[in-house]
């Protein structure tokens, strides 16, 4: 039997999102980048960890007007153990706003060095956990905060620790 990978485009930013404009946002590449690093994570928040065999990465796309960057899924299908067709679902459904994922909208205005880009997504990250925590009682206000609390807990827990830098990670 042969071996089957294939990969998924996702986008790069929520679809009812604005987003950077090549030749039009300054420093396109950099609030780009920005955007599908941030795109990714939100996707993580709702979809949760990939299964075995799927992999979410940026990708980037040559344009006759320069290069754009989207998230990928890499998929290993000789790797299902039969949950791949409903996160692939719910990958391709998406987020229509950031604020789906627990974002606030971010600022990416802010952003003017490359260097700044790992700080700007725990940074946006760390919002979100704190945007989506749970009561003083545990329980998580709208429900749909609960599950997007302890995904982004669990892929990003260096910001889980800026978020809540005394240790008491609530989940």
């Not at 946002?25 to 980048?33: A, E, G, K």
């Not at 990939?50 to 940026?58: D, E, F, M, S, V």
């Not at 205005?109 to 003083?136: C, E, H, N, Y």
Request: aromatic share 8%; glycine share 8%.
């Amino acid at each position: 039997m042969a071996h089957t990978n294939w990969t998924l485009d996702l986008g790069g930013t929520p679809t009812n999102e604005d987003c950077a404009q090549i030749g039009h946002t300054p420093n396109f590449d950099l609030v780009n980048t920005a955007e599908a690093m941030l795109y990714r994570a939100a996707l993580l928040a709702v979809a949760g960890p990939p299964p075995a065999g799927i992999i979410l990465r940026i990708k980037a796309n040559a344009h006759d007007f320069g290069t754009y960057r989207t998230v990928e899924a890499s998929i290993d299908n000789d790797q299902d153990d039969g949950s791949h067709a409903s996160y692939i679902e719910t990958l391709e459904t998406g987020i229509a706003f950031w604020h789906q994922a627990g974002f606030a909208p971010p600022e990416f205005g802010k952003l003017t060095a490359s260097d700044q880009l790992a700080s700007f997504v725990v940074d946006a990250v760390a919002s979100a956990l704190r945007i989506t925590r749970p009561s003083s009682t545990g329980t998580f206000f709208p429900e749909s905060s609960g599950p997007v609390h302890r995904n982004l807990t669990v892929a990003f827990p260096e910001a889980a620790q800026r978020a809540f830098p005394e240790g008491a990670v609530p989940c």
